[in-house]
């Protein structure tokens, strides 16, 4: 049985830091394409980033590049999201996810997911 557990979101102060976790089993990361979605109150889920062992290829939207940063520790089977001068525009739950069989031009339309994890609260006060 796959699981998805998600770790690390609280409350953080605008321009803090947090560092959310992603802890699989049931599956190999190496195999899987591994992102973290988010959703706010009344808004559509939207695609954060991924990482893909597979392809060594990493993806971030426009609105965490610069920062935000993901990582796998494949020892640990477990993927992170370091979450840098966070925003009050950044308070959401945040999901990860898992995908197998995405190809890499794929992966950054963040339109997959066959595993999903139970959601982690980041809320960000101003």
């Known amino acids: 049985e796959v699981q998805l557990v998600e770790s690390g979101g609280g409350l953080v102060q605008a321009g803090g830091s947090l560092r959310l976790s992603c802890v699989a089993s049931?599956?190999?990361?190496?195999?899987?394409?591994i992102g973290w979605f988010r959703q706010a109150p009344g808004k559509e889920r939207d695609g954060v980033s991924c990482?893909?062992?597979?392809?060594?290829?990493?993806w971030y939207a426009d609105s965490a590049k610069g920062r935000f940063t993901i990582s796998s520790d494949n020892a640990k089977n477990t993927v992170y999201l370091q979450m840098n001068n966070l925003k009050p525009e950044d308070t959401a739950v945040y999901y990860c996810?898992?995908?197998?069989?995405?190809?890499?031009?794929?992966?950054?339309?963040?339109?997959?997911?066959?595993?999903w994890g139970q959601g982690t609260q980041v809320t960000v006060s101003s």
């Open positions: 996810a898992a995908a197998w069989d995405v190809t890499e031009q794929a992966m950054g339309t963040m339109k997959w997911g066959d595993y």
């Open positions: 049931g599956l190999a990361l190496d195999d899987y394409i």
């Open positions: 990482i893909s062992t597979e392809y060594d290829s990493t």
